[in-house]
Antibody, heavy 121, light 112 residues
């Protein structure tokens, strides 16, 4: 069974930094594309970033480009999101998601349980 | 970006009665490999979104058969044949044919 457990969230001042982690288990982590999405309190879901299995193909939403960095450690089965220059509008619950290679299987995405990031003075 | 439009915004359903949610995309979600990248999730109160349906009509492991998905191209529907109390929450459609992934605004299902 796929398990994704996020950690590293919390309260940070505007302009500050946080690093989120997503510990994965139950699947061959290195074969999966990984995503981050976020959900503003009481609102909808917004995609943030994606990384392929090898870590060589990376995409970001315009709203976080240049401030956030996605990365992974396949030896530790862990995904990361380094968030710098945080703004109040980055306040949200952040979810990591796993997506199988679409060329070889059904490529649905499963989401973790989420972690709250609050950016406030 | 592909815009996903869900209707209705909310539903109040008597247990045992059916429910239907519509999702329309601003572009076709049919990929060149013949698969259509439309997914349905349910976010129960206080939880993360859980996968119900993938590629329009395939139920994910463990999802009851009262849930079904249909549609093609840009028009999709999620149906619950007989709503149960445990089905309450917000339902989202999501497209994954191109980045950024985009989600519908959600449909809140409540029990009467």
């Amino acid at each position: 069974e796929v398990q994704l457990v996020e950690s590293g969230g919390g309260l940070v001042q505007p302009g500050g930094s946080l690093r989120l982690s997503c510990a994965a288990s139950g699947f061959t982590f290195s074969n999966y594309w990984m995503h981050w999405v976020r959900q503003d309190p009481g609102k909808g879901l917004v995609w943030v970033s994606r990384l392929n299995g090898a870590g060589s193909s990376i995409s970001y939403a315009d709203s976080v480009k240049g401030r956030f960095t996605i990365s992974r450690d396949n030896a530790k089965n862990t995904l990361y999101l380094q968030m710098n220059g945080l703004r109040p509008e980055d306040t949200a619950v952040y979810y990591c998601g796993s997506q199988a290679d679409c060329s070889s299987s059904a490529c649905y995405i499963n989401w973790g349980q989420g972690i709250l990031v609050t950016v406030s003075a | 970006d592909i815009v996903m439009t869900q209707t209705p915004l909310s539903l109040s359903v008597t247990p045992g009665q059916p429910a239907s949610i519509s999702c329309k995309s601003s572009q076709s979600l049919l990929y060149s490999d013949g698969r259509t990248h439309l997914y349905w999730y349910l976010q129960k109160p206080g939880q993360s979104p859980q996968l119900l349906i993938y590629e329009v009509s395939n139920r994910f492991s463990g999802v009851p058969d009262r849930f079904s998905g249909s549609g093609s191209g840009t028009d999709f529907t999620l149906k619950i044949s007989r709503v149960e109390a445990e089905d309450v929450g917000v339902y989202y459609c999501m497209q994954a044919i191109q980045l950024p992934l985009t989600f519908g605004g959600g449909t809140k299902v409540e029990i009467k």
